[in-house]
């Protein structure tokens, strides 16, 4: 019997973590991914809270459900429900949401760590930016909003934010990739290649 959404939609329940409370079956279903014979990806985005769930089917069979976090990195600027669930990542309440629960990991993210040098920070001479890999992949271009409050348990201690996505650092510019790569960032050359064009 073929996988329905409905069936998507128990497992989504059944993998709720039981921290983030109410809202396990208020999710609705923007994707499915993939040909017959091979893994097949349905996406589900929550109408309210700022997580997402995906929904993973092999051999008429769900074999893997995730629930992470939804940033506005992930919604398509040209999809008005997107825009929509977009004013919902905005409140006081997502941030709250987002700094209690470890909702991102180090691997949704690109990393670029640049060698130049800034004279005119020097206690802090050098920088990284972080690029979520969904915007990336989407858009081929930077994000411009900050990242601190979504992911910052994951940085090294010693960074600060200097602007929207970029951070400065002490160390030596491959002391800091080595660090980033250690806490499971991910390093692109593709992204690598946009950020030294």
């Given at each position: 019997?073929?996988?329905?959404?409905?069936?998507?939609?128990?497992?989504?329940?059944?993998?709720?973590?039981?921290?983030?409370?109410?809202?396990?079956?208020?999710?609705?279903?923007?994707?499915?991914?993939?040909?017959?014979?091979?893994?097949?990806?349905?996406?589900?985005?929550?109408?309210?809270?700022?997580?997402?769930?995906?929904?993973?089917?092999?051999?008429?069979?769900?074999?893997?459900?995730?629930?992470?976090?939804?940033?506005?990195?992930?919604?398509?600027?040209?999809?008005?429900?997107?825009?929509?669930?977009?004013?919902?990542l905005e409140?006081?309440?997502?941030?709250?949401?987002?700094?209690?629960?470890?909702?991102?990991?180090?691997?949704?993210?690109?990393?670029?760590?640049?060698?130049?040098?800034?004279?005119?920070?020097?206690?802090?001479?050098?920088?990284?930016?972080?690029?979520?890999?969904?915007?990336?992949?989407?858009?081929?271009?930077?994000?411009?909003?900050?990242?601190?409050?979504?992911?910052?348990?994951?940085?090294?201690?010693?960074?600060?934010?200097?602007?929207?996505?970029?951070?400065?650092?002490?160390?030596?510019?491959?002391?800091?990739?080595?660090?980033?790569a250690k806490?499971?960032?991910?390093?692109?050359?593709?992204?690598?290649?946009?950020m030294n064009?």
């Open positions: 019997m073929p996988i329905s959404t409905e069936d998507c939609k128990r497992a989504i329940v059944a993998a709720w973590p039981a921290e983030y409370g109410e809202g396990s079956e208020d999710f609705k279903r923007v994707s499915k991914r993939g040909k017959k014979g091979e893994p097949i990806e349905r996406l589900f985005y929550h109408r309210k809270l700022p997580l997402k769930a995906i929904v993973i089917e092999e051999n008429g069979a769900i074999v893997k459900t995730t629930i992470k976090g939804l940033g506005i990195f992930d919604l398509s600027d040209e999809s008005e429900s997107d825009q929509e669930l977009a004013e919902n409140t006081q309440e997502a941030y709250e949401f987002f700094e209690k629960h470890d909702l991102f990991q180090p691997s949704d993210f690109y990393f670029y760590v640049s060698d130049d040098v800034d004279e005119h920070q020097p206690e802090y001479p050098h920088y990284f930016v972080l690029v979520p890999v969904t915007f990336y992949e989407r858009n081929g271009y930077m994000y411009d909003q900050e990242l601190s409050p979504l992911m910052g348990r994951h940085l090294p201690d010693d960074v600060g934010e200097a602007s929207s996505s970029s951070f400065c650092f002490a160390v030596t510019p491959d002391e800091m990739r080595a660090e980033l806490r499971g960032f991910l390093r692109s050359e593709k992204f690598d290649a946009f064009r």
